[in-house]
C-alpha cells in the first residue's frame, strides 16, 4: 500500500481517519500534533527552564526527543530530563543506561534521584505492601521525587511522556470509581500551585500504538522491559475495557478524552483547588502531612513488625 502524500510504501493505516502513511509522513503527522499541543498547553518565555520526566521507555524518550528537536533551537530555554530510579532489580538499570546514553549523545543535563533517599526500593516496599498494590506507593513517590527534583532546578513545567491511551485510561478509571476530585486535578495542569511544578503531556494526544511506531521510524533507543509488578495495576482492567472500545469503534480513545475536556472546566468549578500546606519534607500537603510521608510511615511500620 502506498503513502496517500508520495509514492513511498505506507508503514502505518491510521484506522481512525482511513490515512496511509510513510515514514516520513507518519513522523510529519505525530510532530506537527504534538508541537500543537506543547502551543496549547505551556507558555515558554526566555529564561525558563522545562523538565522531562524520562524513564526510558518509548513514551518518555519519544517526548524527549521531540522537545529536544524543538528547544535545542532556543539558546534562550534551558531544557534537563529527570530520571527516578526506583530501586527494581534487572528492570530499572538497564532503562537508565538508555537514557544516559541518549542525553549524552544530546548534552541534554540529566538529573537523577533515587527511592533509596526516603530509605525504600520497590523490591524491597512490594514485599510488605499489604492491601495496596506495589503500584500505589511507586506512583507517588515518584510523583513526589520528580516534583522535588523539578522545583530544585527551578522548572517552570514538568513535561510526562502521559499518551493518549494513558489519558482515556485515568478519565475512566476516575469516573467508574466516582472521584471527581482526582478528576478535576488531572493534567496538564494550567494553574501554578505553591510548591507544585505544572505537568504536561505533549503525547496527550498520541495513541500508545503511533508513539512506539514513531520511536521505531526514527530510531530513538528505548526500554520495552516489564515491570515486574506490572500485572497487580488496577489500571490494566480499564486498559482492556479503553482497548474493546477502540477495537470496536476507532476513535474511542479521542470520545473519552475529548468529553473529559468539555467537562473539565465544569469540574473545576464544582471542585475548587485544596488550600495547600507544606509538609515536614518540604512537599505541598493537603493535610498536616503529604500523602509520600504517610505512605512511608506506614511502610516503616510494616516492616518493623509488631
Known amino acids: 500500500m502506498k503513502c496517500d502524500h508520495c509514492s513511498h510504501e505506507a508503514v502505518t493505516l491510521i484506522r481512525y481517519n482511513g490515512a496511509h502513511l510513510c515514514d516520513e509522513h507518519f513522523r510529519s503527522y505525530v510532530e506537527k500534533r504534538v508541537k500543537k499541543e506543547i502551543r496549547k498547553q505551556i507558555d515558554v518565555c526566555s529564561g525558563d527552564t522545562i523538565a522531562v520526566a524520562v524513564s526510558g521507555g518509548k513514551d518518555s524518550m519519544v517526548t524527549l526527543h521531540i522537545l529536544d528537536t524543538i528547544f535545542s533551537e532556543r539558546n534562550d530555554v534551558r531544557f534537563c530530563a529527570v530520571s527516578i530510579d526506583e530501586g527494581i532489580e534487572g528492570y530499572r538499570p538497564p532503562s537508565l543506561d538508555i537514557v544516559r546514553g541518549f542525553c549524552k549523545e544530546r548534552g541534554i543535563p540529566l538529573h537523577i ?4 533517599e526516603m530509605g525504600m526500593e520497590m523490591d524491597r516496599i512490594a514485599a510488605v505492601s499489604g492491601e495496596n ?5 511507586c506512583g507517588v513517590f515518584r510523583r513526589k ?21 494513558d489519558m482515556a485510561q485515568s478519565v475512566m478509571m476516575n469516573f467508574v ?3 471527581v ?3 478535576a486535578r488531572l493534567g496538564p495542569h494550567t494553574k501554578i500551585r505553591p510548591g507544585l511544578i505544572p505537568r504536561f503531556h505533549p503525547l496527550r494526544l ?3 500504538k503511533e508513539s512506539l511506531l514513531y520511536a521505531i521510524v526514527s530510531g530513538i533507543p528505548f526500554w520495552d522491559g516489564e ?4 500485572k497487580e495495576a488496577l489500571r490494566n482492567q480499564y486498559r482492556d475495557v479503553v482497548d474493546q472500545l477502540e477495537d470496536r469503534s476507532p476513535g474511542s480513545k479521542f470520545s473519552i478524552l475529548s ?4 467537562l473539565k472546566p465544569m469540574l473545576a468549578e464544582y471542585v475548587p483547588p485544596s488550600d495547600l500546606r507544606r509538609c515536614q519534607c518540604g512537599e505541598p500537603a493537603i493535610g498536616e502531612r503529604c500523602k509520600a510521608c504517610e505512605l512511608r510511615e506506614s511502610l516503616e511500620k510494616r516492616i518493623k513488625g509488631p
Open 145 to 165: 521525587l520528580m516534583n522535588d527534583e523539578a522545583r530544585s532546578i527551578g522548572a517552570k513545567y514538568l513535561a510526562t511522556g502521559h499518551n493518549l491511551d
Open 227 to 230: 515491570c515486574p509488578y506490572y
Open 177 to 179: 470509581r466516582g472521584d
Open 181 to 183: 476530585e482526582r478528576l
Open 133 to 137: 498494590s506495589p503500584c500505589t506507593y
Open 206 to 208: 498520541i495513541p500508545e
Open 259 to 262: 468529553s473529559y475536556d468539555t
Open 113 to 116: 534521584r533515587s527511592f533509596s
